[in-house]
C-alpha cells in the first residue's frame, strides 16, 4: 500500500515557474514507477509526466515537454515536478500517482492517487 500527498500547488502568473512534491509513504517507493496527471475544469484527467522505478526514464506530454521536469528523489521517497513557462492553460488540479508495474502513460494503470493540488495560472 501507498499513500501520496501532493503539495506545493497556488496561483501564479504566466511565465512563472512552480515546483510540485508528492511524497510517498511505504519502503517500496524505490520499486514504483511514477507519474503526474492533471484535470482541467470540464476536462477529462490527461497524462503530464511519468519516471520509470528502475532507470527514471522520463516521458512527457507534448503539451508540457521543454516546460516542465519530472524527477525523483527515492531517499526522500518524493517526487517533483518543476513547472516553468507556465501558461493559463496548465491551469488544472495536479495528481501523482504510483504504478507498481511499470511505467505507464495510462492513467488506468496506476494504482495508488494522491488528492491532488490546485495550480492556477493567470494571464
Known amino acids: 500500500q501507498v499513500q501520496l500527498a501532493e503539495s506545493g500547488g497556488g496561483l501564479v502568473q504566466a511565465g512563472d515557474s512552480l515546483r510540485l512534491s508528492c511524497a510517498a509513504s511505504?519502503?517500496?517507493?524505490?520499486?514504483?514507477?511514477m507519474g503526474w496527471f492533471r484535470q482541467a475544469p470540464g476536462k477529462e484527467r490527461e497524462f503530464v509526466a511519468a519516471i520509470s522505478w528502475s532507470r527514471g526514464t522520463t516521458y512527457y506530454a507534448d503539451s508540457v515537454k521543454g516546460r516542465f521536469t519530472i524527477s525523483r528523489d527515492n531517499a526522500k521517497n518524493t517526487v517533483y515536478l518543476q513547472m516553468s513557462s507556465l501558461k493559463p492553460e496548465d491551469t488544472a488540479v495536479y495528481y501523482c500517482?504510483?504504478?507498481?508495474?511499470?511505467?505507464?502513460?495510462?492513467?488506468?494503470?496506476?494504482?495508488?492517487w494522491g488528492q491532488g493540488t490546485q495550480v492556477t495560472v493567470s494571464s
Open positions: 511505504g519502503r517500496t517507493f524505490s520499486r514504483y514507477s
Open positions: 500517482a504510483a504504478d507498481r508495474d511499470g511505467v505507464s502513460t495510462f492513467q488506468y494503470e496506476f494504482d495508488y
